[in-house]
């Protein structure tokens, strides 16, 4: 295991925009003395005041002492010239997404630090090894990608390239682990691990709403409510921006010569020609004037708790209904498992979506009062549920299903009948592109889980999320999602393919 950069080392910071700005206050705090680099006249000072400013705010919350705050302060500086950085021991570059001016600000510094330095781009969509290429010695090079804002979250990646020497990555790996981040290595390939693996989460979404599913308050309501993540992929996009979000979309799908996994959405590319680029200017999905209402998800309307119910096996879905049941004192009764039942409620029949629509799985299961629910990441706590209801499905069935889960403490919102659901085909879908990065030699089953819960505040890796319901079940979503679309975007990753057989879960 290779050591950190001891604190004595000077780190160069090249670029003080936003993420050069938050790197060098991340160094500056772990110990080093940093310089920082802009090609914009008086760029690095205003970062240098900034930083200092965010030491004193530290210092005032009791989080540094004001002589650590005063310390750190001082330990960076302004420089005015690439000369100045010549004493450094490792060079973070975050200056503009561009091949070209990167090649060159590079090579540039080949020819000037020392030739124990190391070179390290924070670059987040730009190939290292083709940064590298352009090096005489591109083995000193590697990808440190921060997330914004660099102080505050704890993931960087560290991304080798072909020609990056192992310890490099190694050394860079245990400096940001020393500065309190949470690293994970990474191969260079397009959009390293988070920017590819998040893909679904906005695509799935975008196909869900394009197909009528719901509206983009109920999309999002569901992923938050039932899925427990953070923010709903709408809302979300919209605090990205659509210029952004569909550059990083196309530039991935581009990138893996147009892998119809990653195939953008007609609807991004409306927004982004409307000029609706979200929150930043004041309309994107939804509408950000002072005077607009934030619109709210679709909720069934109160229906009679169903006199007979019926909770079925021992399933996490069922134990939790059962236990939400009892614990409003309702009455049901518990029966062994019957196939994939969840529960039936008077006429009507409940089972967790598989991938099928209800439509589907009411004709080929012969039973047509079917209503499927949604994935939660816990049942038990869920406070509200996705249902799709079957075209053959009585209405006093769909009424009876609304009443069992309003009975049992959950907002219902009754979907289109889209295949998958909302939460289940997002997570089936991020959790076969976390398999195939891993599948790829991309990163490991640990990284990759880190990367997402980390760098995008998923509420729990997709791997861990996948044996959490089983890897058949996602192999099954998938199945059933690519034989609905035909299309080679819901393949299933080999690894899954694998894992399934194998009989096996993540590890
Ligand atoms: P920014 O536009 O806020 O800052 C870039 C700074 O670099 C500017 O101050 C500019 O004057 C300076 N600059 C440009 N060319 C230069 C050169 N040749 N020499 C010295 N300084 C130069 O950009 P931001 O957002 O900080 O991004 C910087 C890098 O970090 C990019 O590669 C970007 O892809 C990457 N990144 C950005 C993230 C974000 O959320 N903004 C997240 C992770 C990575």
């Not at 020497?165 to 309190?180: C, Q, R």
């Amino acid at each position: 295991m290779s050591a950190a950069l001891s604190s004595q080392c000077v780190v160069a910071v090249i670029g003080a925009g936003a993420m050069g700005a938050g790197i060098a206050q991340v160094a500056a705090a772990a110990g080093h003395r940093v310089r920082l680099l802009d090609n914009q006249a008086g760029a690095a000072a205003r970062a240098v005041s900034g930083i200092a400013a965010q030491f004193d705010k530290l210092a005032a919350k009791g989080k540094l002492s004001a002589e650590q705050a005063q310390a750190a302060s001082a330990r960076l500086l302004v420089a005015e010239q690439l000369s100045d950085l010549a004493d450094a021991t490792l060079v973070i570059e975050a200056i503009v997404e561009n091949l070209q001016v990167k090649q060159k600000l590079f090579c540039d510094l080949e020819a000037l630090v020392g030739t124990d330095c190391i070179l390290a781009t924070n670059t987040s969509s730009i190939s290292i090894t083709a940064i590298g290429a352009a090096l005489k010695r591109p083995q000193r090079l590697a990808g440190l990608h921060f997330f914004n804002p660099a102080p505050l979250m704890a993931l960087v990646e560290v991304v080798s390239g072909l020609a990056t020497d192992a310890p490099v990555g190694a050394t860079l790996f245990a400096t940001a682990a020393a500065w309190g981040k949470t690293p994970v290595h990474a191969k260079s390939t397009p959009g390293f691990i988070v920017n590819r693996v998040a893909r679904p989460y906005y695509a799935e979404a975008l196909r869900v709403l394009t197909e009528g599913g719901a509206d983009c308050a109920t999309l999002d309501a569901c992923c938050r409510e039932a899925g427990g993540f953070r923010m709903g992929p709408f809302e979300l996009m919209d605090m990205i921006g659509h210029d952004v979000n569909f550059a990083v979309t196309r530039s991935v799908w581009n990138a893996y010569f147009c892998d119809p996994r990653f195939l953008p959405s007609l609807m991004q590319q409306e927004l982004v020609d409307a000029g609706f680029l979200g929150r930043k200017n004041g309309r994107g999905f939804y509408c950000y004037d002072a005077q607009a209402e934030k619109p709210l998800p679709a909720t069934e309307a109160a229906q009679p708790t169903p006199g007979e119910i019926v909770v079925y096996g021992s399933s996490p879905a069922a134990r939790a209904l059962a236990a939400r049941l009892s614990a409003r004192a309702v009455a049901f009764t518990q029966q062994s498992a019957q196939g994939e039942l969840l529960a039936r409620a008077g006429a009507a029949t409940l089972c967790v979506t598989d991938g099928r629509s209800a439509t589907r799985r009411a004709a080929e299961s012969a039973t047509p009062n079917t209503v499927l629910i949604d994935l939660a990441l816990d049942y038990a706590t869920a406070t509200r549920l996705a249902i799709s209801v079957a075209a053959q499905c009585a209405l006093e069935a769909t009424h009876a299903a609304v009443g069992l889960l309003q009975a049992a403490g959950f907002a219902v919102s009754t979907l289109r009948d889209v295949p998958g659901l909302m939460v289940m085909r997002t997570v089936a879908m991020l959790a076969n592109e976390a398999a195939d990065a891993v599948n790829q030699g991309v990163c490991d089953v640990a990284a990759v889980d880190t990367a997402m819960r980390l760098g995008v505040n998923y509420p729990q890796g997709p791997l861990a999320w996948a044996n959490a319901m089983g890897v058949a079940q996602v192999g099954t979503v998938l199945g059933h999602l690519a034989d609905t679309y035909g299309e080679d975007r819901y393949r299933t990753s080999p690894l899954i393919q694998h894992h399934i057989y194998a009989a096996k879960a993540f590890a």
